[in-house]
């Protein structure tokens, strides 16, 4: 049973005991180091649950399914989803109802996309440093060279059906709601919530 590699039939007590303190010392150091990457995986999720959960008021978030690099975190119970980046690593966290996550689906497989209600996605955060994206193309190779390069301090994003977003702005430094991706299929309204970053 100990053998570690002493054929069976040379195995005595002796062997055994020689044997049995080093195994059992693995053993240990193995339960414990098991027992520490536990409780460190416990904390990240504890973490990235708290950082979902920032994204929206508590009474969206609080009770929504958290999601992070596409496993459920915790599961939810009100049709929201919140997460605690947008793209991984980004330090972005949003919340989103059924029809933005439908349409962020669409925007990851360059897929048709049509609203026909409203959606609604919180990102009461804003965009972490480096995280914004092109006003115009949600495809650009390098948005943060791109002319129309906006990222947002905290903020809400509204989808509506396309013909309600005639006459809107797309103009990020309008001061007020503008449009986002106007020309595309994913065009939402971004609704500013304060002019200060995080």
């Not at 040379?10 to 098991?34: A, T």
């Not at 965009?127 to 650009?140: F, L, M, Q, R």
């Not at 002319?147 to 059906?161: A, F, L, N, W």
Request: with cysteine; proline share 8%.
């Amino acid at each position: 049973m100990f053998g570690v590699g002493l054929p069976q039939e040379n195995i005595n007590k002796g062997d055994i005991e020689m044997y049995k303190k080093p195994l059992i010392k693995i053993g240990l150091v193995v339960g414990v180091f098991s027992l520490a990457v536990g409780i460190v995986t416990a904390g990240d999720t504890k973490k990235l649950i708290k950082q979902a959960q920032s994204a929206a008021p508590h009474s969206v978030s609080g009770n929504a399914t958290i999601m992070s690099g596409g496993k459920v975190l915790k599961e939810g119970s009100n049709g929201w989803v919140c997460m605690p980046d947008t793209m991984p690593g980004d330090g972005s966290p949003m919340c989103n109802d059924a029809m933005w996550m439908a349409m962020m689906d669409a925007v990851g497989k360059k897929a048709e996309f049509k609203a026909d209600g409203i959606g609604i996605s919180y990102m009461l955060k804003g965009e972490g440093k480096g995280a914004g994206v092109s006003n115009s193309d949600p495809y650009h190779p390098d948005p943060q060279k791109a002319d129309d390069y906006v990222e947002s301090g905290p903020h809400m994003m509204i989808i509506v059906p396309k013909e309600l977003l005639n006459g809107m702005t797309d103009d990020p430094k309008s001061g007020g709601p503008f449009v986002m991706w106007k020309d595309t299929p994913y065009a939402h309204i971004m609704v500013p919530i304060s002019k200060n970053k995080r």
